[in-house]
């Protein structure tokens, strides 16, 4: 059955000046690939404006020095309150009237503020009337003491340290004249955290009002020393 065998296609050799031929043409077009891509345009960035980003650390503004206090009011010493119970040398054998309704001592005279042999009235040793330096009363020497009207508006927090996150305080002093305003003029800061807060107590102190202080049923100037606090809500 497969006696008969089948003859196979000859196989040609490939001849030697084809494969040069080829090898030429190969060699021709990768040579204009090149070239065109060599001269292909680019596009060059050279004369695009350029943005910098410039990242500035924010600092806090400086801490002031203490400020130096120019000038304090000062007063003369207190007399209010300094009475010392003596017991008598002499013994009476004649028991005295009693008065049940009389309190035997005023209590207000033992406070142990001002000179002794004061009292609470401000007399000095029972002889000599207060006397209030330049005609201005300290805390201890009226009757009723400077009271701020109730939704008087404080200081502004300066906008600079709120955003800083800045807290302080200031102990200001000035004098309460007998309208109950504050006169700027005679404003100290005796105690100050940062020269800004001090300004805006000064600032603040033109718009507020107080209750004037009594002695002796009217109304007197009176030195106040008040603290402001100055507090970020976080």
Same mark, same amino acid.
């Given at each position: 059955?497969?006696?008969?065998?089948?003859?196979?296609?000859?196989? #040609?050799?490939?001849?030697?000046? %084809?494969?040069?031929?080829?090898?030429?043409?190969?060699? +021709?077009?990768?040579? %204009? !690939?090149?070239?065109?891509?060599?001269? &292909?345009?680019?596009?060059?960035?050279?004369?695009?404006?350029?943005?910098?980003?410039?990242?500035?650390?924010?600092?806090?503004?400086?801490?002031?020095?203490? @400020?130096?206090? /120019?000038?304090?009011?000062?007063?003369?010493?207190? !007399?209010?309150?300094?009475?010392?119970?003596?017991?008598?040398?002499?013994?009476?054998?004649?028991?005295?009237?009693? /008065?049940?309704?009389?309190? =035997?001592?005023?209590? /207000?005279?033992? *406070?142990?503020?001002?000179?002794?042999?004061?009292?609470?009235?401000?007399?000095?040793?029972?002889?000599?009337?207060?006397?209030? +330096?330049?005609?201005?009363?300290? !805390?201890?020497?009226?009757?009723?003491?400077?009271? =701020? @009207?109730?939704?008087?508006?404080? =200081?502004?927090? =300066?906008?600079?340290?709120? +955003?800083?996150?800045?807290?302080?305080?200031?102990? &200001?002093?000035?004098?309460? /004249?007998?309208?109950?305003?504050?006169?700027? &003029?005679?404003?100290?800061?005796? #105690?100050?955290?940062?020269?800004?807060? *001090?300004? !805006?107590? $000064?600032?603040?102190?033109?718009?507020? $009002?107080?209750?004037?202080?009594?002695? %002796?049923? $009217?109304?007197?100037?009176?030195?106040?020393?008040? *603290?402001?606090?100055? +507090?970020?809500?976080?």
């Amino acid at each position: 059955m497969f006696n008969t065998l089948l003859e196979s296609r000859a196989v #040609h050799a490939r001849r030697a000046g %084809g494969s040069l031929l080829s090898l030429m043409i190969h060699a +021709t077009l990768i040579t %204009g !690939a090149v070239i065109v891509t060599a001269n &292909a345009n680019v596009t060059s960035t050279a004369d695009e404006p350029v943005t910098e980003i410039h990242f500035v650390p924010r600092t806090p503004p400086p801490i002031a020095p203490p @400020v130096k206090i /120019d000038h304090v009011f000062t007063a003369a010493p207190m !007399a209010k309150g300094f009475q010392k119970l003596v017991a008598p040398i002499d013994i009476p054998d004649v028991l005295p009237t009693i /008065d049940l309704s009389k309190l =035997p001592t005023n209590i /207000d005279d033992f *406070s142990g503020r001002g000179r002794p042999g004061g009292t609470f009235t401000g007399i000095d040793a029972g002889t000599n009337a207060l006397v209030p +330096t330049n005609g201005i009363y300290t !805390a201890m020497q009226v009757e009723k003491v400077v009271v =701020p @009207v109730p939704g008087t508006v404080g =200081p502004t927090y =300066p906008d600079m340290l709120r +955003t800083a996150g800045i807290d302080g305080t200031v102990l &200001a002093q000035f004098v309460v /004249d007998t309208l109950g305003r504050a006169d700027v &003029a005679t404003f100290v800061a005796l #105690h100050s955290d940062h020269t800004l807060f *001090s300004a !805006a107590v $000064r600032t603040s102190l033109g718009r507020m $009002r107080f209750f004037p202080a009594e002695y %002796g049923g $009217r109304k007197v100037p009176q030195l106040v020393q008040q *603290s402001f606090q100055f +507090t970020v809500r976080r």
